[in-house]
């Protein structure tokens, strides 16, 4: 078992990115993991450090840690630290490991709103329909008609 120290730790936040800086940082540390520079039994930095040595927030750093848990990256051990796991569960691309964390993070947000996932997936679905609609109104060519319906909630909010 190896302590990797925060001083050792490399990461620097891309501010080009789209991507927030804590799924930056937990696709960064999954990626070490995968080429096995991080290895089973390994304890990653205390949160603290890690954030003070990269001069990120604590809750970013930590954010990072319990995404990477809930997939199976890493175990905290109440007291001793973050260790990446034995049985550690790679997933199929980078992307699809980004998209899986960014659902994870939206379905636990309309969860404690109170939504059931069957209620967040059509509104999901409302919403991208209505960004599509958006989309197909700023492409409009001259001469092309879009059909709108507007439902009795919509027609309320627009004063209709």
Known sequence: MTVISADDFTFEPDAESTSPIWLQLRKHIARLISMGRLKPGDQLPKIRELAVALSINFNTVNKSYLSLASDGYVKSVRGKGVFVSDAVSIGANDEHEEVTALLKECLRA????GLSYDDTLNQMRLYVQKLKMEEARARMVPGTNIIEFV??????????
């Open 151 to 160: 439902l009795p909630e919509d027609a309320e909010e627009k004063g209709a």
């Open 110 to 113: 309309c969860k404690e709103l």
